[in-house]
T-cell receptor, first 117, second 112 residues
């Protein structure tokens, strides 16, 4: 079974609008972490935001926020006030176990976001 | 601050030729290091990771190998390239295996 599922292969959003990119995960470990990365056309993977399974509040970083719904096992990325520069591939990733553990991150297949002027 | 370098940025190689891609990290010590491959328009495939000098974990058996001769140096190699080795190769580092990974600029490899 896939550990990370991103069901939207592609998304379009109008400039200045908000957009939600979906991510669901599968783990039985009570301790885990969730990450979002952005990959523009240049190819470099850019870390955006992190949410720990025990964090009480949803993570936010500037225009990025993570809508963490633990019972549903979802960790959707919300980008507010979209900009043309937000056009990129977005990857959700998960760490199972504690930060001090030995399990590398598992990545989803990604969602391509296109921002329209 | 920490920086991660990869070279070369682009490489075109004939089938059957050897390969050596290098990744180095600056500004940190004893990082965890990772090699990923990404086929065109696809997700990331973890190839190798290392928690220390000489310690390599292989995630996918294949035509490639990795080595870590120094603390902040990670090398991806092949003795004979296959067409299927074409792709975008990304190196990453993290403070611990479960920590945030930070990626290098990547190497685009085309095997002809």
């Amino acid at each position: 079974a896939q550990k990370i599922t991103q069901t939207q292969p592609g998304m379009f959003v109008q400039e200045k609008e908000a957009v939600t990119l979906d991510c669901t995960y599968d783990t039985s470990d009570p301790s885990y972490g969730l990450f979002w990365y952005k990959q523009p056309s240049s190819g470099e993977m850019i870390f955006l935001i992190y949410q720990g399974s025990y964090d009480q509040q949803n993570a936010t970083e500037g225009r990025y926020s993570l809508n963490f719904q633990k019972a549903r096992k979802s960790a959707n990325l919300v980008i507010s006030a979209s900009q043309l520069g937000d056009s990129a591939m977005y990857f959700c990733a998960m760490r199972e176990g504690r930060r001090s553990g030995n399990t590398p991150l598992v990545f989803g297949k990604g969602t391509r976001l296109s921002v329209i002027a | 601050s920490q920086t991660i370098h990869q070279w070369p940025a682009t490489l075109v190689q004939p089938v059957g030729s050897p390969l050596s891609l290098e990744c180095t990290v600056e500004g940190t010590s004893n990082p965890n290091l990772y090699w990923y491959r990404q086929a065109a328009g696809r997700g990331l495939q973890l190839l190798f990771y290392s928690v220390g000098i000489g310690q390599i974990s292989s995630e996918v058996p294949q035509n490639l190998s990795a080595s870590r001769p120094q603390d902040r140096q990670f090398i991806l190699s092949s003795k004979k390239l296959l067409l299927s080795d074409s792709g975008f190769y990304l190196c990453a580092w993290s403070r611990g295996t479960g920590e945030t990974q930070y990626f290098g600029p990547g190497t685009r490899l085309l095997v002809l």
